[in-house]
């Protein structure tokens, strides 16, 4: 029954989906430095759940609330991994991030 729940709520399948947008986005990044076919396997594997998670919340939502609370979930993990990755973020892409996320808020509401 928990499951069911899970899968039918629209905040944790918004998260799902951004997480897994920036879980491929680092894979991917991984990836681009040694590409092996289990690395395209497990990007692909990822990917397809995420666009399952995106179906199962576009069945609940309109089209650009859940984009936009996709797009704010993996636009805040991407930012915050690549700070503790330890790769320095420039003060414009610090701003970029910021817009995204005030532009999610100011829409959302």
Do not use: H, W
């Amino acid at each position: 029954m928990l499951v069911l729940d899970l899968f039918s709520n629209k905040a944790f399948l918004a998260i799902a989906a951004g997480i897994g947008y920036a879980v491929a986005t680092l894979l991917m990044k991984l990836a681009s430095e040694d590409t092996t076919t289990i690395a395209v396997g497990v990007i692909g594997l990822v990917l397809a759940a995420v666009v399952t998670a995106g179906i199962l919340l576009l069945r609940q939502v309109d089209l650009g609330l859940a984009c936009i609370a996709i797009m704010a979930t993996e636009t805040l993990l991407v930012l915050l991994a690549t700070y503790a990755v330890g790769q320095p973020l420039s003060t414009r892409e610090l701003a970029g991030g910021a817009l995204v996320l005030t532009g999610v808020m100011i829409v959302s509401f």
